[in-house]
């Protein structure tokens, strides 16, 4: 992928002029465990969505070499920390990965941004913002973290798609965030993704026993995006254009795109950091 022409500013923003005015849709990719095939399915559903001509901007929490940057044999140099520091421009810190397919590295924002103070989380919401800007989609590779916590990027994003191997014990821990996520931060929804099952049956039957169990014990709901079998081949693209709510056109990136200010944590002491 790293021999793909760069990503061209002016082409994805005329293709959204081409396909339409909404909002970008902000989807995060989360797992309760590694090796679930997480990054290798955003990587694929971004160059598919680029693909039919939408422009996606991935924000990666991972370090190297388990990230995005080295699907595409690119080496990141700078991280949005710096952005909210002053010290880069986003334009720096943005990789160019393939046609339409743009990378900015977070592994540095998402470990050290987890108290955010009132400073801070306008300066978070301010570079978010300037992310979406030309993007159809902007898809956040999280991180795993302890605790089964997701990092401040990640809760801002409007849609969470909770990435599951069908295996026991990596149900198990997808579970747990769900339980956590909802607990901690009033989610109600989130989306549903099963990776490495033997067929499509398989991967039916943990959807549907694990939405039933969100409903029942969390009152949470879970919506089916698809499988990917093993070893992880297929996309989200189809999924990601067709089963997600419209955002609407009419309000400003920052309003559509992202939660409200309501659902980032309390104030804290992001300014330490920054």
Known sequence: MA?????NGDQADGLRRLFGCQAPQVVA???????????????????????????????DENPAPDNTP??????????????FRGEKTLAQV???AAPLVRIVPAARAARELDRIG????????????????GADFVLVDCAIRRGDHLSPLARMARHIALVVAAQGSAITHSYALIKRIANDHGRDSFHLVVTRAKGREEA??????????????LGVRLDYLGSSPVPVTDHLADALLQ???????????????LLPQAWLPAAGALDSVL
């Open 3 to 7: 021999e793909l022409a760069s990503w």
């Open 29 to 59: 990719f989360a797992s309760g465990r590694e090796a679930c095939g997480r990054t290798t399915l955003v990587v694929q559903t971004a160059a598919a969505l680029a693909a039919e001509g939408r422009s996606v901007v991935i924000v």
């Open 70 to 83: 080295s699907a595409f044999g690119l080496q990141a140099r700078y991280d949005l920390l710096q952005v």
């Open 94 to 96: 943005s990789l160019p």
């Open 118 to 133: 009132a400073a801070g989380e306008r300066r978070l919401r301010t570079s978010l913002t300037e992310i979406q800007r």
């Open 204 to 217: 039916q039957a943990i959807y549907d026993n694990m939405r039933r169990v969100a409903r029942e014990r």
């Open 243 to 257: 089963r997600l709510p419209p955002v609407g056109a009419e309000a400003a990136l920052g309003d559509t795109g």
